[in-house]
């Protein structure tokens, strides 16, 4: 099983930036994709979810900013993060849980900076 997450960089406050996250070796379906991140210093929090046939639930945070989606044919979990914070600097993670059995996969992290 691997996730592989894409797409961080660094860009200035008030800019954009989509992550990937693709997975391989699960029945991609049987999952609900998640986002987290983890800033330096910080306990890794919740960002994002989007539960298979479900309405994305995100953090208080990033409400209204960010936007989770999945595209099942490409087994890609999405995350286009607009009007971006110095806050929401952080190494982001991808998460697949599944929704039959107790078992979850990390992804890689990728790292976003933005800068003020």
């Known amino acids: 099983v691997q996730l592989q997450a894409s797409g961080g960089g660094s860009v200035q406050a008030g800019g954009s930036l989509r992550l990937s996250c693709v997975a391989s070796?699960?029945?991609?379906?049987?999952?609900?994709l998640l986002w987290f991140r983890q800033a330096p210093g910080k306990e890794r929090e919740f960002v994002a979810r989007f539960m298979w046939g479900g309405t994305p639930y995100y953090a208080d945070s990033v409400k209204g900013r960010f936007t989770i989606s999945r595209d099942n044919a490409k087994n890609t979990v999405y995350l286009q993060m607009n009007e971006l914070k110095p806050e929401d600097t952080a190494v982001y993670y991808c998460?697949?849980?599944?929704?039959?059995?107790?078992?979850?996969?990390w992804g890689q992290g990728t790292e976003v900076t933005v800068s003020s």
């Open positions: 070796g699960i029945t991609f379906s049987s999952y609900d």
């Open positions: 998460k697949a849980e599944s929704r039959f059995i107790a078992t979850s996969y």
